[in-house]
T-cell receptor
């Protein structure tokens, strides 16, 4: 299957700083990538849909100024958590699609804000 | 948004037993996907279904796309300890649209 790589796997940052998470499709071009947040023992919560070359579409309730998404190329999308606070601590996962009819996930990024 | 009801929420089974889990939706989908997620990892795609009535296998796993397009099930035959994890269903209405995820089924397999 298609490979999606997410970096870093885990990160600890101080409250008030910003953190960037990268999502790369390694062996295919992804017009569309998705960013999710997952709380312990819960399902995936879609944060935004990222389309190459255009602004991301955010789900209701997700602050676009806090969670900046950039999809600069067909193989890379980034999520920047700005001015992170402890409540932003979570597991963030991206997915990318080859045909638009399936989604391959990265390994996830565990963010801890202290 | 769309609501996917996935059941059961958790299962405790003996190694070698068969397992069945399902998802139902209030709306129709044109794509159903099934994933397995291990702790601290991203979900891994197990089976993709694209046609109503379609029955697809992947080793010991079999999934079906319901005729009504509002449901799907996943069967695991002869379970083994490495089947332990959380299984998610996901539905999509049209290509490149977002996916809606079920709440997950946590599978525990006792050796």
């Amino acid at each position: 299957g298609a490979v999606v790589s997410q970096h870093p796997s885990w990160v600890i940052c101080k409250s008030g700083t910003s953190v960037k998470i990268e999502c790369r499709s390694l062996d295919f071009q992804a017009t569309t990538m998705f960013w999710y947040r997952q709380f312990p023992k819960q399902s995936l919560m879609l944060m935004a849909t990222s389309n190459e070359g255009s602004k991301a579409t955010y789900e209701q309730g997700v602050e676009k100024d806090k969670f900046l998404i950039n999809h600069a190329s067909l193989t890379l999308s980034t999520l920047t958590v700005t001015s992170a606070h402890p409540e932003d601590s979570s597991f963030y996962i991206c997915s990318a699609s080859v045909t638009g009819a399936e989604a391959f996930f990265g390994q996830g990024t565990r963010l801890t804000v202290v | 948004g769309q609501q996917l009801n996935q059941s059961p929420q958790s299962m405790f089974i003996q190694e070698g037993e068969d397992v069945s889990m399902n998802c139902t939706s209030s709306s129709i989908f044109n794509t159903w996907l099934w994933y397995k997620q291990d702790p601290g990892e991203g979900p891994v795609l197990l089976i993709a279904l694209y046609k109503a009535g379609e029955l697809t296998s992947n080793g010991r796993l079999t999934a079906q796309f319901g005729i009504t397009r509002k449901d799907s099930f996943l069967n695991i035959s002869a379970s083994i300890p490495s089947d332990v994890g959380i299984y998610f269903c996901a539905g999509q209405l049209n290509n490149f649209n977002k996916f809606y995820f079920g709440s997950g089924t946590k599978l525990n397999v006792k050796p």
